[in-house]
């Protein structure tokens, strides 16, 4: 059984910086895929950052890219999103994910929430104008 705990969320004033973290437990994630979404309300829940538990490979969303850096530490079996410049619009509930799926070096494979089978509770995340 994989968990997941999400932390760091909070307010922030527009262009300010926050750090969400990820701790997963239960399993060992050397093969895994970690992604992080969000979810806006009355929006749809979009992908924002992915990460192979290696570190080999990373994808951003469009919309958070330049602004935003995944990073994982495997030793504490934990996963950063690091989001700078933040902008009201970035205000969301912030839910991390795991998976075990094969590696594929498109980022098309790790940015749909049906690629992964194991979600943390969310961390909210409000950025005021």
């Known amino acids: 059984q994989v968990q997941l705990v999400e932390s760091g969320g909070g307010l922030v004033q527009a262009g300010g910086s926050l750090r969400v973290s990820c701790a997963a437990s239960?399993?060992?994630?050397?093969?895994?895929?970690m992604g992080w979404f969000r979810q806006a309300p009355g929006k749809e829940r979009e992908f924002v950052a992915a990460?192979?538990?290696?570190?080999?490979?990373?994808c951003y969303a469009d919309s958070v890219k330049g602004r935003f850096t995944i990073s994982g530490d495997n030793a504490r079996n934990t996963v950063y999103l690091e989001m700078n410049s933040l902008k009201p619009e970035d205000t969301a509930v912030y839910s991390c994910?795991?998976?075990?799926?094969?590696?594929?070096?498109?980022?098309?494979?790790?940015?749909?929430?049906?690629?992964?089978?194991?979600w943390g509770q969310g961390t909210q995340v409000t950025v005021s104008s």
């Open positions: 994910a795991a998976d075990d799926r094969a590696y594929y070096s498109a980022c098309y494979y790790y940015t749909g929430a049906y690629e992964y089978g194991y």
């Open positions: 990460i192979t538990w290696s570190g080999s490979k990373t």
């Open positions: 239960g399993r060992a994630f050397s093969s895994y895929r």
